[in-house]
């Protein structure tokens, strides 16, 4: 079981900039590949950014390309997610997540455990 704890939300004017974290309690965190996904209200949840469980691979959605950038320590074993130019349609829900597979995805339906997500508000 891994649980995940997302920090780092809040409110934010168009154009600023947010960094999200999501602490894992996973002695084998390094194994895991971690997903940030964001749901808007009324929307379905939406894949962000990924990364591989070495940190060498990462890939994003088109929508925060050259905006958001995925890392991780994994001797904290922490994934962030460093927001740029952020505009009101970022505004959401966001939730780190854990793929027991070493691989990068963005299908929302491999990855095995979720935080409980933090909300990011952008005002313009």
């Known amino acids: 079981q891994v649980q995940l704890v997302e920090s780092g939300g809040g409110l934010v004017q168009a154009g600023g900039s947010l960094r999200l974290s999501c602490a894992a309690s996973?002695?084998?965190?390094?194994?895991?590949?971690m997903g940030w996904f964001r749901q808007a209200p009324g929307k379905e949840r939406e894949f962000v950014a990924a990364?591989?469980?070495?940190?060498?691979?990462?890939v994003y959605a088109d929508s925060v390309k050259g905006r958001f950038t995925i890392s991780r320590d994994n001797a904290k074993n922490t994934v962030y997610l460093q927001m740029n130019s952020l505009n009101p349609e970022d505004t959401a829900v966001y939730y780190c997540?854990?793929?027991?597979?070493?691989?990068?995805?963005?299908?929302?339906?491999?990855?095995?455990?979720w935080g409980q997500g933090t909300q990011v508000t952008v005002s313009s």
């Open positions: 996973a002695r084998t965190f390094s194994r895991y590949a």
């Open positions: 990364i591989s469980w070495s940190g060498d691979n990462t």
């Open positions: 997540a854990a793929d027991r597979s070493p691989s990068t995805t963005a299908r929302r339906t491999a990855y095995d455990y």
